[in-house]
């Protein structure tokens, strides 16, 4: 048992525990780095795509329906991930795996874009707006696979989405209290 007043020696005085935890700040930089330029892209492409289909008088038959479905939701979600990245709330979060969950995304996205492009393209003939449709649900098929490439590579060579990756420190060493 120990004295009052007297120190621990296996637990040093002047110990102090630093973990740096990422702050939350706005970082425009982001969207000048290759996955910010694809975000932006997308996000382009998106909203054109869809104002396209939405003018078409076609826009209420199902291929219609899925593109616009596919367009706006791959315009929202690709927006959140930017919102994500601009603020460092994706290095907030290290320990979700961001680029397997954005390859899933954009892989996904991929074949959406595929699928309801293909739609589209068949009834090209019929409508302009449709065939423009076409033209940019390929063109974002395109930029969304690009992304999962990149991402893909990343996620299979251990990269973190953002932010310096968390190295595990061995722990300290202790000693017993009788060895000086």
Not at 23 to 39: A, H, M, N, W
Not at 140 to 168: S, T
Request: aromatic share 18%; net charge negative; proline share 7%.
């Amino acid at each position: 048992m120990m004295e009052p007043g007297t120190i621990d020696p296996g637990f040093p005085e002047a110990h102090t525990s630093t973990k740096m935890t990422p702050q939350l700040r706005f970082d425009p930089s982001y969207i000048r780095t290759v996955p910010g330029i694809l975000k932006i892209v997308q996000m382009i492409i998106n909203i054109i795509g869809y104002i396209i289909v939405s003018s078409s008088v076609y826009s209420g038959y199902a291929r219609g329906e899925w593109f616009a479905f596919v367009s706006m939701t791959g315009f929202w979600l690709t927006g959140v991930l930017l919102v994500l990245y601009l603020m460092h709330i994706i290095e907030k979060f290290g320990k979700v795996p961001w680029m397997l969950v954005e390859f899933v995304y954009t892989a996904l996205w991929t074949f959406f874009y595929f699928t309801c492009s293909m739609a589209v393209a068949v009834w090209g003939g019929y409508s302009a707006a449709f065939a423009a449709c076409a033209f940019f649900g390929f063109a974002d098929m395109l930029v969304y696979g690009a992304d999962a490439f990149f991402k893909f590579r990343g996620w299979r060579g251990d990269e973190v989405a953002q932010g310096i990756p968390h190295v595990q420190m061995p722990p300290p060493e202790v000693q017993s209290p009788g060895a000086y």
